[in-house]
């Protein structure tokens, strides 16, 4: 069975530090890979997807960037992080072309004090 | 502007009782999904509805594809304090990447015993 996973789980930060997200999927080849942000328990912001190895698209301009360094990972980062940064980040894998059912990790609980 | 407007924002009742929340767009959808969501955790799909008029059931969950796959409606029925929650809806937008989904901004329902 497939499953996902990212850390941390929680994080805290301070302004102008660097940032690193990680997320991993198991038991699936060449995924979908997702990147969302939710503010306050509300809906979620798509910030990066990727459909391969070192493809990556950006929805949202900001102060983050991902990267794809191999087939099942995923990773966040920010070099200078700001308090606008705050926020619970979702990975999330789905199969190519297909229905588009998201399948999530965790989540991590970003501070930026 | 979001493209799909969920209804009511939050929805606090007590156990026992039955209620609806909306999922509403001036778009067509091929498909839209149903996620709920708990504090802490990613979102964990629930059901897809792919055909215009569909409805779906999961125990004492009822999910109802609008007619014109413009709307889609959530109703339980005995409402527990385990269905607490965030419920989201998202919808697929196909692009040249393949398949992403755009979310509500979801409904917060609390269920008091």
């Known amino acids: 069975s497939q499953t996902i996973h990212q850390w941390p789980a929680t994080l805290v930060q301070p302004v102008g530090s660097p940032l690193s997200l990680e997320c991993t999927v198991e038991g699936t080849s060449n995924p979908n890979l997702y990147w969302y942000r939710q503010a306050a328990g509300r809906g979620l912001q798509l910030l990066f997807y990727?459909?391969?190895?070192?493809?990556i698209s950006s929805e949202v301009p900001q102060n983050l960037s991902a990267s794809r360094p191999q087939d099942r990972q995923f990773i966040l980062s920010s070099k200078k992080l700001l308090l606008s940064d705050s926020g619970f980040y979702l990975c999330a894998w789905s199969v190519l072309f297909v229905t588009g059912e998201l399948f999530f990790g965790e989540g991590s609980r970003l501070t930026v004090l | 502007t979001q493209l799909l407007e969920q209804s009511p924002q939050f929805l606090s009742i007590q156990e026992g009782e039955n209620l609806t929340v909306y999922c509403n767009s001036s778009s067509v959808f091929s498909s839209l999904q149903w996620y709920r969501q708990e504090p802490g955790e990613g979102p964990v799909l629930l059901v897809t509805v792919v055909t215009g008029g569909e409805v779906k059931k999961l125990k004492r969950l009822t999910f109802q594809f609008g007619d014109a796959r413009k709307d889609s409606s959530l109703h339980i029925t005995a409402a527990q304090p385990g269905d607490t929650g965030l419920y989201l809806c998202a919808g697929p937008l196909n692009n040249n990447a393949g398949n992403m989904l755009t979310f509500g901004g979801g409904t917060r329902l609390m269920v008091k015993p």
């Open positions: 990727s459909v391969g190895i070192g493809q």
